[in-house]
């Protein structure tokens, strides 16, 4: 290889790692731009087959790292996460990234060029499986098409996996594509085109074949007035408590039947935890509104993360504490297993809690209840407002109901199974309180994916698996016929 030739393909590579990676940086994110992701691989992937193995590692490695770092701030100045975590949860996924480009070009330089097409998504996607059901979902690539809901309603189908699956498909079908001549690529176009208008097809189809469903006027309070976020003194807690409650009081006037309020609106000792269940029983008994109450409860066994709903009796009609705390912020905070399901005039209603929202369950076991209307407190950091406000959509999609998510410090946010957000609201600094009334649709809508479960991500390990041992056996075949 010359110098001339060796110039160029540095220049290349470092251009592939450039491109690929500012298109990871923004298509994913706390603000991601989804089309940016179906394309952001798609330089390196063209590279690779004239890289050596090493290069073409080094290269899809740093365009993946420096996407990643879009999550660097966040991680390490909001949610204050140790350096040796962070680098695991950025750098991991970049090397895994990494080897599946690897993968697809030792497909394709062996000329197996469709394995090469379905080797590079199906490590990626498997990886995110099981990354999901150990530590959730949070960076999953299905998570940048929030907004592009045609693509997202094929998590009804298979969940995010195949989200992710044709996302990253589309950069390795059109890398395989152009590198082709001929027949195949003809045929790749072809395919290419087949998948995208069976995706969006389906998409388009389900998002205008909506079942009509009875609905119910809900209610949303929030802060991100300073004095009101977390108050100290029992004085102040007591106040705010009134806030709340009179906030609660005046949309029930205005026509909501369920007002939901923001997750951990205060720590509660055992004496002052009485008197907010007197002024809520209250509240919801003379407004004639069911009231969702989030509260941070101190008992003798432990702190919970609780949401307390009061209904209209005057009693508490459920208590559900949260299963999946943040890491460092609720390290002295006790997780629960816990469920509660409430059969309304409206349809079936659950209550789950801000995280819990970013793993399979609780959504999963509401779905398999079918519940047609999920409300969840919450307190996200202001700058994950849109990110992650909005995972939560992905559940709705999934398990087939409507979610009323109320965030401290964030969106006060109604969508639809389709994960179509029907009204929303920001808290700011300036102003107390900020609410939003909304009218909800309580539909449970079947769906295969909560019929079937991780059958797409089953099936994905499968393949992966195959083309694991194909791999191997084509690199035994190379090594004895250079012998």
């Not at 962070?86 to 497909?107: C, E, K, Q």
């Not at 969940?159 to 079908?173: E, H, P, R, T």
Request: charged share 15%.
């Amino acid at each position: 290889m010359n110098s001339k030739h060796d110039a160029r393909l540095t220049s290349l590579a470092l251009a592939a790692t450039l491109l690929s990676g500012a298109a990871f940086y923004f298509g994913a994110g706390l603000h991601p731009h989804w089309w940016l992701t179906w394309v952001a691989a798609l330089p390196v992937l063209l590279l690779a087959p004239s890289l050596a193995w090493g290069w073409t590692l080094l290269v899809a490695f740093a365009a993946n790292a420096l996407g990643a770092l879009s999550f660097w701030y966040y991680l390490r100045q909001i949610l204050h996460f140790p350096i040796p975590a962070i680098a695991v949860d950025l750098f991991v996924p970049s090397a895994v990234m990494a080897l599946a480009v690897l993968f697809f070009r030792a497909f394709f330089r062996r000329g197996q060029v469709w394995l090469a097409v379905l080797a590079f998504p199906s490590l990626v996607v498997a990886f995110e499986y099981l990354t999901e059901l150990a530590t959730g979902t949070f960076g999953n690539t299905a998570y940048t098409q929030l907004n592009n809901l045609p693509a997202l309603q094929l998590a009804a189908v298979t969940g995010m996996s195949g989200i992710g699956f044709v996302v990253l498909l589309f950069a390795s079908a059109a890398a395989a594509a152009i590198l082709s001549h001929g027949a195949i690529r003809r045929k790749l176009a072809i395919t290419l085109a087949a998948v995208l208008i069976c995706v969006y097809g389906y998409g388009a189809w389900r998002l205008s074949s909506t079942p009509a469903a009875q609905r119910v006027v809900v209610g949303l309070v929030s802060t991100q007035f300073r004095a009101n976020i977390f108050p100290s003194a029992d004085a102040q807690k007591m106040e705010l408590l009134k806030g709340y409650a009179a906030q609660a009081s005046a949309l029930a006037a205005r026509g909501a039947k369920i007002v939901v309020l923001p997750e951990m609106t205060m720590q509660l000792s055992p004496s002052l935890s009485e008197d907010a269940n007197q002024l809520f029983e209250q509240t919801a008994r003379e407004s004639g509104a069911q009231v969702l109450l989030g509260v941070l409860n101190q008992t003798p066994s432990g702190t919970f993360n609780e949401a307390r709903l009061y209904l209209p009796s005057g009693t508490i009609g459920a208590v559900y504490r949260k299963l999946h705390l943040v890491p460092v912020a609720e390290a002295r905070t006790t997780p629960v297993k816990d469920y509660s399901v409430l059969d309304e005039p409206a349809g079936t209603t659950g209550i789950a809690i801000c995280r819990d929202m970013d793993y399979p369950d609780p959504a999963r076991t509401y779905g398999e209840d079918s519940v047609g209307l999920l409300l969840v407190p919450a307190w996200d950091f202001d700058v994950d407002r849109w990110s992650h406000g909005h995972m939560a959509l992905m559940r709705g999609v999934e398990y087939g109901y409507s979610i009323v998510r109320s965030a401290k410090v964030g969106f006060l946010t109604v969508s639809d199974d389709r994960g179509r957000v029907l009204a929303e609201a920001s808290t700011t600094p300036q102003a107390p309180f900020t609410t939003l009334l909304a009218a909800v649709p309580v539909r449970h809508d079947w769906t295969l994916y909560r019929a079937l479960g991780d059958w797409f991500a089953w099936l994905n390990l499968a393949l992966l698996c195959v083309l694991g041992v194909l791999a191997i056996l084509g690199r035994r075949e190379s090594g004895q016929r250079e012998n």
